[in-house]
């Protein structure tokens, strides 16, 4: 079993950078991913990013790609998310993802889930 915590998410301006982060407890393997996924109000849960724990592979939606930076510390068992030139479209509630997923960008495929933390970008 594995519990997700997400922290680090706030009220920023255009242009303005965050760091989130997600502290895991309990094993991540190294063939899981851990990913962001966001959720803006009304809307349905989207891909951010995603790591795989064991090799540090990367991966993207292209809305965040050369914006968002997803990173990791095995020995600290966390991972982090860099959010650099945030823009009015990135508000939304960051969740913190974990699992094996068939499709790394459904959220449906994801075991593990922390409780999510908002972030607002006014302009």
């Known amino acids: 079993q594995v519990q997700l915590v997400e922290s680090g998410g706030g009220l920023v301006q255009a242009g303005d950078w965050l760091r989130l982060s997600c502290a895991a407890s309990g094993r991540i393997n190294s063939w899981y991913f851990m990913a962001w996924f966001r959720q803006g109000l009304g809307s349905e849960r989207e891909f951010v990013a995603a790591?795989?724990?064991?090799?540090?592979?990367?991966y993207y939606a292209n809305s965040v790609k050369g914006r968002f930076t997803i990173s990791k510390d095995n020995a600290k068992n966390a991972g982090y998310l860099q959010m650099n030139s945030l823009n009015g479209e990135d508000t939304a509630v960051y969740y913190c993802?974990?699992?094996?997923?068939?499709?790394?960008?459904?959220?449906?495929?994801?075991?593990?889930w922390g409780q999510g933390t908002q972030v607002t970008v006014s302009s």
């Open positions: 993802a974990a699992g094996v997923p068939d499709t790394i960008t459904a959220a449906r495929a994801y075991a593990y």
């Open positions: 790591i795989t724990w064991g090799g540090g592979n990367t």
